[in-house]
Each structure stands twice: as structure tokens, then as C-alpha cells.
Antibody, heavy 113, light 106 residues
Framework: QVQLQESGPGLVKPSGTLSLTCAVSGGSTSSNYWWSWVRQPPGKGLEWIGEIYVSGSTNYNSSLESRVTISIDKSKNQFSLRLTSVTAADTAVYYC??????WGKGTTVIVSS | DIQMTQSPSTLSASVGDRVTITCRASQTISTWLAWYQQKPGKAPNLLIYRSSSLKTGVPSRFSGSGSGTEFTLTISSLQPDDFATYYCQQYKSCWTFGQGTKVEVK
């Protein structure tokens, strides 16, 4: 049974860079899936951030594309999110997912000085 | 980008009611549509994929239908555990979520 676990700093300063990692267990990032990041601001809906394939191909939400990088490390069986120039609007619960059916539990990131 | 419009945003219902939530895509997505249930503080939980396929373990009172641009999620007889927020999601071209429907106690 595949499980995903997000990790990273829970507090990021404005104008800084948000970096999160999603560790995959019970499965492999070398398998043929798209691996995604989704976020949810407090009290709001779900927003897709982007995705990466095993080949390294990526797709990003056009509203975030200039600030987002998603990468994959098959040797460590994990994939990562990097979001630059953060503001308070980037405060959210961040989820990693494999396809539509497997999600991590989420990690809260607050942007504040 | 494909936009998803979900309605209603809030739905008040009682246990035993039949509940229907609608989702409309801004362009055709065939049947590349999923429905999720989310409870406070929890990750979204997949209920239905490919518009009408029930994920293993999901109660049969949940059903989905539609293709192209119009989709519905139906709960045939609302149970106490079903009070939650529901999201549709297209995954034909990247992902886009609907705004969500909160099913609350009437």
C-alpha cells in the first residue's frame, strides 16, 4: 500500500522560499505515475500546484508557474516542491499526491515574519 | 486552462435525503473527472474516478455520472458520516478542482 508523507519547515518568512519533500513508501517514484502537489489555504478550496512524471517532465499551474519548481529524486524515492518569493497568500496546507487516489496527510506552512 | 464550476456551494440536508451535486467543465473532459470527500483537518478522500467508477471500499450510496462537460455526484440516502465538503476534479489536462460543496445538517 503506497503511502506519502510531506515534510518541511512549517514557517517561512515573506519573500523567502518554501521547500517541501514528499517521501514515498510502499511504492516507487520510478513507477509510471504523475506525482502532484496540491494546497489548501485556511478555510478555502483545493488548488493544484503542479506535477512531475518519472521521466522528469513537469506541468505547473499557470498562476504559480513563475515561482514553482517540482523535482524528483528516484534514488531517495521522493519528490519535492520549491516555491519562491512567498507571501502570506501562500499560507496553506500542502498535500502531495500520486494520481487522484493516493494523498499524503498534508503539512501546514505559514508565511510570516 | 480548464475551469470547473461546482454547485451548490452549500447544501442543507437531513439523514436519509437524496443529495445531488453538479459540476460543469469549461471544455470537454470526456470522463476524466473525480469526486472527493473532505472532512475538517483531513486530506481529500477519493470517492469516484472516471466519472462513475466507485473506488474500492466506498459505500454504494455514492454514485457519479456524466461525460463531456456535465457531471453529477449523487448520495442516494445521506448518512451521518456523509456531512462533509465534496470537490470535483478534472484530470484530463493537469488538474482543476471545483470550488467545493459543503453538505450540512438541515
Amino acid at each position: 500500500q503506497v503511502q506519502l508523507q510531506e515534510s518541511g519547515p512549517g514557517l517561512v518568512k515573506p519573500s523567502g522560499t518554501l521547500s517541501l519533500t514528499c517521501a514515498v513508501s510502499g511504492g516507487s517514484t520510478s513507477s509510471n505515475y504523475w506525482w502532484s502537489w496540491v494546497r489548501q489555504p485556511p478555510g478555502k478550496g483545493l488548488e493544484w500546484i503542479g506535477e512531475i512524471y518519472v521521466s522528469g517532465s513537469t506541468n505547473y499551474n499557470s498562476s504559480l508557474e513563475s515561482r514553482v519548481t517540482i523535482s524528483i529524486d528516484k534514488s531517495k524515492n521522493q519528490f519535492s516542491l520549491r516555491l519562491t518569493s512567498v507571501t502570506a497568500a501562500d499560507t496553506a496546507v500542502y498535500y502531495c499526491a500520486r494520481g487522484p487516489d493516493v494523498w499524503g496527510k498534508g503539512t501546514t506552512v505559514i508565511v510570516s515574519s | 486552462d480548464i475551469q470547473m464550476t461546482q454547485s451548490p456551494s452549500t447544501l442543507s440536508a437531513s439523514v436519509g435525503d437524496r443529495v445531488t451535486i453538479t459540476c460543469r467543465a469549461s471544455q470537454t473532459i470526456s470522463t476524466w473527472l473525480a469526486w472527493y470527500q473532505q472532512k475538517p483537518g483531513k486530506a481529500p478522500n477519493l470517492l469516484i474516478y472516471r466519472s462513475s467508477s466507485l473506488k474500492t471500499g466506498v459505500p454504494s450510496r455514492f454514485s457519479g455520472s456524466g461525460s463531456g462537460t456535465e457531471f453529477t455526484l449523487t448520495i442516494s440516502s445521506l448518512q451521518p458520516d456523509d456531512f462533509a465538503t465534496y470537490y470535483c476534479q478534472q484530470y484530463k489536462s493537469c488538474w482543476t478542482f471545483g470550488q467545493g460543496t459543503k453538505v450540512e445538517v438541515k
